[in-house]
């Protein structure tokens, strides 16, 4: 089975102690339903179960010193990164992500069969007509639908609240949601500003309907876009046009991708500014406040900006769960990444509510306040 063969990750031992304030009292259910916003808040599905798998080749920072012009602790102290793993020789992006999606089933006690729709977040499929079709069949989910969703590093943000509304209107039980990216394949390796900062990862979220509001475990959520940024964190298609020999004279284009380009510092101003109030804004329509908030999981782009956003929420860090330093930026796949090492880890307990926000090319931001149920 291609769990047994690729699921295997590394762990980051992060200390589980959390801190917490003792005259700080959390919202009650009741009192969040009676303050949060109708139609952005308490969606009657919840998660059930996680999985992961990251690349199969660990790149550490020190085999770019031979690239471009770095070196360890250069990249330490700017991203938070110390390593980054690359998906190896003959394995694709769908190899991961149905990786993970099998743990994510075997660890919610669903069977395949159950599952009516699967949503792959990706911006890197192995086909350009998408993956999710595929993973379905490969994890036996044969009465299932299934389609991609494109968001770059937002994609597992958005997808979640996607699935969700299937589950709220009643149309579907159980929704399996995949976030898997491998970025690695669109990188110029003599660019320092981006080759340095992106591994290749996958991991997956089985959520199922509720009956009740109560019994939620999406409680809010919040989604932006602005395209105005679109050149700030791009994957061009880069025309090239040939003469077809015929009396009309037909155009043909055979272009194809390019690299990816990327302007970090307006894509760094862009988060440490957006990602604090996209949290605050989906808490407000839970309900909730920062009070509320277990733990706080960010997609995996920068330290700097986890650090940011922590102090501008008033969360201490040891609330923020984070393995950038093993595996860099995953795009789609690194929130789930890092939930499901926290669940494996014991950190994350049921009942315990998670802000959770992604951002990235688009540009594009969002957030989402999750209740464990697994």
């Not at 139609?39 to 999985?51: E, L, N, Y």
Request: proline share 3%; hydrophobic share 45%; with cysteine.
């Amino acid at each position: 089975m291609i769990l047994k063969k690729y699921a295997s990750i590394s762990r980051v031992h992060m200390n589980s102690a959390v801190s917490s304030d003792p005259t700080s009292k959390k919202t009650s259910d009741a009192d969040a339903i009676a303050k949060s916003v109708e139609g952005k808040s308490w969606f009657k599905c919840r998660p059930v179960g996680v999985g992961a798998c990251a690349g199969q080749q660990t790149v550490p920072n020190k085999a770019f010193e031979a690239l471009v012009d770095t070196n360890d602790a250069w990249i330490k102290k700017r991203t938070g990164i110390a390593k980054r793993h690359l998906l190896a020789e003959g394995v694709g992006l769908r190899d991961i992500a149905v990786a993970s999606a099998q743990e994510a089933l075997l660890n919610s006690k669903v069977a395949p069969e159950d599952i009516d729709l699967v949503i792959v977040a990706t911006s890197s499929p192995d086909d350009l007509f998408g993956d999710a079709a595929s993973v379905a069949s490969a994890i036996g989910a044969t009465n299932a639908a299934a389609f991609d969703l494109t968001a770059a590093c937002s994609g597992f943000v958005f997808g979640m609240v996607t699935a969700s509304q299937f589950l709220q209107s009643g149309t579907y039980k159980k929704v399996l949601l995949v976030g898997a990216d491998a970025l690695s394949r669109f990188l110029d390796w003599s660019d320092r500003g981006t080759c340095i900062l992106f591994g290749d990862g996958a991991g997956a979220v089985v959520l199922e309907a509720t009956e009740t509001k109560e019994a939620s475990g999406l409680l809010g959520f919040a989604l932006h876009s602005n395209g105005k940024g679109y050149s700030n964190l791009k994957v061009p298609f880069q025309s090239k046009y040939i003469e077809v020999q015929n009396e009309e004279h037909t155009k043909i284009d055979q272009g194809e991708y390019q690299k990816m380009t990327m302007n970090g510092p307006e894509v760094y101003k862009f988060a440490v500014h957006e990602v604090p109030l996209v949290v605050k804004e989906a808490l407000t329509n839970a309900g909730l406040t920062s009070n509320d908030v277990d733990w706080l999981l960010l997609h995996q782009a920068n330290v700097r900006i986890m650090e940011h956003a922590a102090k501008e929420l008033n969360i201490p860090m040891d609330k923020v769960l984070k393995n950038i330093e093993e595996y860099g930026n995953t795009s789609a796949g690194s929130i789930p990444l890092a939930l499901t090492e926290a669940v494996r880890a014991g950190k994350i307990k049921p009942g315990d509510v998670i802000a959770i926000s992604g951002f990235g090319a688009g540009l594009s931001w969002g957030a989402a306040i999750i209740r464990w149920s697994g």
